[in-house]
């Protein structure tokens, strides 16, 4: 069997006083979405943020292609072909739409460009010279994915991508998630919206106070709705 | 007798304190080359370096000991005097280092335990007498301003000080390097969550802040004269400059530095008895009205 792409084995982090992530193993195909659900506060956020390198393990292991990422820097693991969508967006609210997108296009020999980008979402060219909190929530959204596909990631960490959207602008940026997908995107997926997160999804992880306690291919876990409402308190 | 209309006060204010206003523009610049940096690297590190002034003095120094001693010319005083200030910001920034996550107060501490030291050593190498760079010598006679004769070299100084504002604010508006200090400004982590190095690049900004407050002690040394003390005086005023203009703000440390500019020069000409208290009457006034400084945006 080849390795994972991302490969994560008894991972253990926190911050200062707390440890939140007890112990974690989770795999990501080439290729592969993997939706990671749970409920608040249970750890998703950092586990993101351990596999960005924004927080350090205090033990365990994390593999990208092959590769151990614990002690490495984010500027490292970013160039390393790992990108972030992070929740709450995180644009850059007083640069322009272009600047945020040039300062996330490092490597000049990918997939996407700036046109490529626009193209995709020709929303963020028309807005181009505004400055990023002149956008709404959904357009923000679609400035932080722009600058994770100009990093030319071999994978992309989305955040809750759809959180405090609304009805319309979640169901756009699904629709683009899901047009990525079909280009062979591998992602890991946080997503509180169920809905969302069953029809990007390839397989299926919940987490629970900082461990992994369910996972099943996104099929099986769609004829099992009693899972679903046993961990994540939905019907 | 008639009573002069009002379009013929101004120049007749114009005319009795015109000395006093170039003065305090220059003055103002001076102080402009220490706080653009003092204030950046707040911005960007959320470090007040307190060993600015003492950057700025040794750098007046430097440049006194190549142009002075050494007999070298301008030009050559400046570049050793530049190159000093940014090794001592590439110095400043290993020290900081492992005390980066730590609060506000370690690093001032640090940093005024720097700025004594510093300023200990300037002393037993440069002595504690008044010292003097001569102006260039192409800058030394006096030009026309309106009618009346002022020093060349500290019009010189205000053009310097005014092109150096104008170049730092294209730079950091304008620049793929100034978008990258902006949004490290804004968020640290999500810069380098992007894959650029935040510490290379607040190093440095680091660098290139205490290089401009050496260059400052340069070219304020044959106006303000170089003693021990004047690091202490420079720091206060460029402290009072970017409190008033708002933090990492560059158009705040630009109007911030010719208002304490004009308060220290024409504040004082006019109003002799308020000189003791102006300059701090000034920072209480601006915070009253504006907490967050004039440009200050927390």
Redesign the interface.
Known sequence: MIEPLLDIHGLRAGYRRSVVLQRVDLAVQEGQVVALLGRNGVGKTTLVHAI???VQPSAGSIRFGGQELSGR???QI??GGIA?V?QGR?I????SVE??L???H?SRDGRHDLDSVYELLPRLYERRRHRGRQLSGGEQQMLAIG?ALL?NARLVLFDEPSEGLAPKAVDQIAGLIAGLREHGLSALLVEQNLHVALSLADAVTVMTKGEIVYRATADVFRADPETARAFLGVG | MTTPAVGAALPGFLNENLVSILNGLAVGMLLFTMAVGLSLIFGLMDVLNLAHGAIFLLGGYVAYQVIVKEGQSWLVGVAVAVAFGAVAGLALGGILRPIRHRGHLDQALLTFGLAFVLADLATIFWGSDFQSIPSPVFLQRSVEVLGQFYPAYRLAVMGVGFALAVVVYLVVERT?VG??L??AV??R??????????GRVMLAVLALGTALAAFGGVIGAPILSLSPGVDAEVLILALIVIVIGGLGSIPGAFVGAIVIGQVQSLGIALVPQAAPFALFGAMVIVLAVRPEGLFGSR
């Open positions: 960005m390198g924004l820097t984010p500027d970013s160039r972030l992070p995180r850059f609210s007083r640069l600047e945020n040039r300062l996330a490092r600058r990093a | 793929q978008a990258v902006r949004a804004e968020d982590a999500m810069v380098s969550a992007l894959g650029i190095n935040v």
